[in-house]
């Protein structure tokens, strides 16, 4: 698979598997949760609430990762492990980007002062448990 199809299917991938997790660093061991994410060009962003022991651990050790994809039918499913420094975004333009109506249940609304973006940049993408060739590694 070339770079170019490596990348188309990456993309399809992340934006077809919202749900995935994220996994932070908290006492030198991984901490790991489920998390929605959107996509822009391989970029992730998830929304949360500036008070969570996930905002902490970040603050501590930005690398992450984040796994989206498996659809859960065993063998043969592909999906997308993803190595990144997260960033912490808290202007109104992403914040208002982001916003949909099933956060309301967690946050007063997009101008919430605890509503936060965890902006994550890859450092690598790779395609796991495709047919062939497994993994590939899609360079950044």
Known sequence: MSQ??????????????????LATVKNDKPHSRYMTFFNENLKL??????DTHKAEEIEKNPYVHILLGYQGDGYGDSYVEVEGKAYIREDQEIKDKLWNDHMKPWFKGKDDPDYIVLEITPS???LMNAKENSPQTLEL
């Not at 993309?11 to 919202?18: M, V």
């Not at 962003?45 to 500036?50: E, F, H, L, S, V």
Request: no cysteine; aromatic share 4%; glycine share 4%.
């Open 45 to 50: 962003y998830t929304a949360t609430d500036k």
């Open 124 to 126: 690598a993408v790779r």
């Open 4 to 21: 170019e199809e490596l990348k188309s299917t990456v993309i399809e991938i992340l934006e077809n598997n919202k749900v995935g997790t």
